[in-house]
C-alpha cells in the first residue's frame, strides 16, 4: 500500500545509499593504488641502497684482496709507496694518496651489471643477489676529500624500477698488517 505524494521515495533513498557507497569505494581504491605505489618505491629504493651498500663493501674487499680482481684493476689497488721500514702503503711521504682525480675522472671505476655473462669470473660469489634483485652497480675510488686519507669511495646501487642511491665512504689507512678502514663519520648517502 502506498501513500500519496510518497511514491518512489524508496528507490531515491536507495540510490542514495548506493551512490555514498559507490563513493567510498572509490575512495578506497584510489587509497590502496597510492599505498601499492608507494610500496613499491619503497621497496625499489631499499634494493637500491642494499646494492650500492654492496658496492661499498666489495671495493673494502678489493682493497684487502686484490689478487682477487682481475690483473688489471688489482694493479691499480696495490700500494705504490712504501715507508722507510720498507712496508707498502697508499701514501707517500708528504702523506699524498695514490688516489687522485676528481668524479669526473676517477681513479678507478667499476660497472658491474645484472648480466652474469660480462661479470668477470672472480666476481660470481660476489654478488650472489644481483641477479635475483637486478639493477646495477657502479664503484669508482676518487680523491681522498680529506687530508692523510687514502681515498673517497663512491658506490651507485640502480634498481630494475631505475630508482639510485649513491654512498660515499672516504677510506683510511692503518698500518701492521696495511688495511683499508672507512674513516669515522663519512659513511654518506646522498641521494
Not at 625499489?44 to 674487499?61: I, N, T
Not at 691499480?76 to 694518496?97: A, I
Not at 630494475?160 to 674513516?183: A, F, Y
Request: hydrophobic residues 40%.
Amino acid at each position: 500500500m502506498s501513500l500519496p505524494g510518497r511514491r518512489g521515495s524508496a528507490i531515491l533513498g536507495c540510490l542514495l545509499v548506493l551512490l555514498l557507497l559507490s563513493i567510498l569505494g572509490g575512495m578506497a581504491l584510489s587509497s590502496g593504488r597510492m599505498e601499492l605505489k608507494s610500496t613499491y618505491y619503497l621497496q625499489e629504493e631499499s634494493v637500491a641502497l642494499y646494492l650500492s651498500e654492496s658496492g661499498l663493501q666489495f671495493m673494502l674487499y678489493a682493497f684487502a684482496h686484490p689478487g682477487s680482481l682481475p690483473a688489471p684493476v688489482a694493479d691499480r689497488l696495490l700500494p705504490r709507496y712504501f715507508t722507510k721500514d720498507h712496508r707498502p702503503t697508499y701514501l707517500d711521504y708528504n702523506g699524498q694518496s695514490q688516489f687522485g682525480g676528481p668524479a669526473d675522472s676517477p681513479a678507478l671505476e667499476i660497472r658491474i651489471p645484472d648480466d652474469l655473462v660480462s661479470w668477470p669470473p672472480g666476481w660470481g660469489a660476489l654478488w650472489p643477489d644481483l641477479k635475483i634483485l637486478g639493477g646495477q652497480v657502479i664503484v669508482r675510488v676518487l680523491g681522498p676529500q680529506l687530508s692523510g686519507a687514502v681515498a673517497t669511495i663512491e658506490s651507485i646501487g640502480r634498481s630494475k624500477g631505475n630508482i639510485r642511491k649513491r654512498l660515499l665512504v672516504t677510506v683510511q689507512e692503518r698500518s701492521d698488517p696495511l688495511r683499508i678502514l672507512p674513516m669515522p663519520g663519512t659513511w654518506n648517502e646522498r641521494y
